[in-house]
């Protein structure tokens, strides 16, 4: 009995020995993780401090670019305005200069029909040889033989039909020299042009003669840089005719469009373009009858 005993308080010490240490055990695992929180919680707070001490100058940093920015945006926006003022600045310029061109022009149409005027009873006569008809007998020849085509052609009999004739330019050995021919009266230039285009070319001693209205530099020079819109024309199958002053006329569906140099000229084919396209065509009579019903009509040009 007293070894039972004996035994049984043995294993109870060593139960609470055992319990002891597991106790033990326990509060040293516990200490631990305290420490291992401790040393965590150390660690972040000394790495948002160091985060925080390099987030200010960014932050500063930022702001600065931001105001860059807001700066940049308001010059961008002060540049479009200057822009936009002077894309309209420039736009109206375009318009005056054009008026100007457009009045200068008209101004060179009323001195280019005064001095039309002032030849209106001159011919020029191109290929009449030198030696064939010398200065000392060229109108009286000139004369006789205007008359006689005149006689033939329309039965028209002319007495001193030219009252002056001369040759202009610099003589040359290839080509004789143009002849200006002053006539008696109007009537007889329009009859000599009207043969002149219907025969293309006159014959005088076996020589080739073509024969021009007496025109003005300036009217001369407005036909020779509307040489291309002319033969676009031509391609288009579309008539024209010409002013005294030069001007190219094309009327059209009721609207008239002239030209008188070579951006005017471009104006006039893109004009006459969109007329004859199709679909065009078709949208313009649309608007002809709307307006006819209306009681309106196309504007001129």
């Known amino acids: 009995m007293a070894e039972v005993k004996q035994e049984i308080n043995r294993r109870l010490k060593r139960r609470d020995v055992e319990e002891v240490s597991m106790a033990s055990d326990s509060a040293s695992k ?12 150390d660690a972040l707070e000394r790495l948002s401090d160091k985060v925080a001490t390099m987030i200010d100058p960014i932050n500063l940093q930022l702001q600065e670019i931001n105001h860059k920015l807001e700066a940049i945006a308001e010059e961008t926006r002060k540049a479009k305005e200057m ?3 002077n894309t309209e600045a420039i736009a109206g310029m375009e318009r005056a200069v054009l008026l100007q061109q457009e009045e200068i022009s008209r101004h060179q149409d009323k001195i280019i029909q005064l001095e039309t005027c002032l030849r209106e009873k001159r011919l020029k006569l191109r290929g009449v040889a030198e030696d064939l008809c010398p200065s ?4 009286h020849t000139l004369s006789e033989w205007l008359t006689t085509l005149l006689q033939l052609e329309t039965g028209t009999k002319a007495i ?22 002053e006539l008696n009266n109007t009537s007889m230039r329009e009859k000599i042009l009207s043969l002149a285009k219907k025969r293309r070319t006159l014959n ?31 391609s288009m199958d579309q008539r024209y005719k010409w002013a005294l002053s030069g001007r190219l ?3 059209l569906q009721g609207t008239t469009y002239s030209a008188f140099d070579e951006n005017s000229g471009l104006k006039l084919i893109q004009a006459i373009k969109a007329i004859k396209e199709p679909g065009n065509r078709k949208k313009r009579q649309r608007r002809h009858t709307s307006s006819s019903e209306a009681g309106g009509s196309d504007p001129l040009m």
């Open 83 to 85: 822009a936009q003022h």
């Open 204 to 234: 005088l001693h076996n020589s080739k003669i073509l024969v021009f209205p007496d025109l003005p530099a300036e009217a001369m020079q407005r036909r020779r840089s509307l040489k291309e819109t002319t033969a676009t024309l031509h």
């Open 136 to 139: 000392d007998n060229l109108s």
């Open 249 to 251: 006329i094309v009327n």
């Open 160 to 181: 001193n039909l030219i009252e002056n004739a001369y040759r202009v330019g610099k003589q040359r050995q290839k080509e004789p020299r143009d002849v200006i021919v």
């Open 30 to 41: 516990n200490i631990d993780i305290l420490m291992f929180e401790t040393l965590i919680t």
